[in-house]
């Protein structure tokens, strides 16, 4: 097996993830995530080992995603997709209505907008999601707990002033 080969077969499903996160849409993802591993050959020798070979894949998948949504701007509007079934993660989501969630989850700032639909959506523990961005597992705890926070603080903002 090329080492290629074995980089695709390890981080395979952490790009998948990520750019599902971002694109809310299976086959895109997928074909996405092809794409990402293309551009990751073809620019392998730009890797210098100062991160992590997941942080590097997905700074590639970011790009192939912004490139994608520069070609087809249509696809950048929120798609209907469905919220995952309530968990410990998704308590303070699973309440309210998914439009309202998914408008309030993109007025969000950054980081925290990013963090959220890859945990949520994405799935990716906290380690994982450190690792994308170069901090830290509890970096990015806190800042998934303040973006929570925030939305609900928003819900019972909204909630008591009907």
Request: a negative charge; charged letters at 30%; one cysteine or more.
């Amino acid at each position: 097996m090329t080492e290629m080969e074995e980089i695709y077969r390890q981080h395979a499903v952490t790009v998948y993830r990520y750019l599902l996160s971002m694109t809310h849409d299976e086959s895109l993802a997928e074909e996405l995530t092809q794409e990402t591993f293309y551009q990751a050959v073809r620019t392998l020798d730009r890797y210098d080992g100062s991160c992590a070979v997941s942080t590097w894949l997905c700074a590639v998948a970011k790009n192939v995603y912004r490139r994608h949504c520069r070609k087809h701007p249509e696809t950048v509007e929120i798609q209907e997709w469905n919220l995952p079934g309530p968990g410990s993660e998704e308590t303070v989501l699973a309440s309210a209505e998914r439009v309202d969630i998914l408008r309030r989850l993109h007025l969000l700032p950054e980081p925290g907008r990013e963090i959220m639909y890859l945990r949520i959506y994405g799935t990716l523990s906290f380690r994982e999601i450190g690792e994308i961005f170069g901090k830290s597992e509890n970096w990015a705890r806190v800042t998934y707990y303040r973006a929570r926070e925030r939305l609900r603080k928003e819900f019972e903002h909204d909630k008591d002033s009907m």
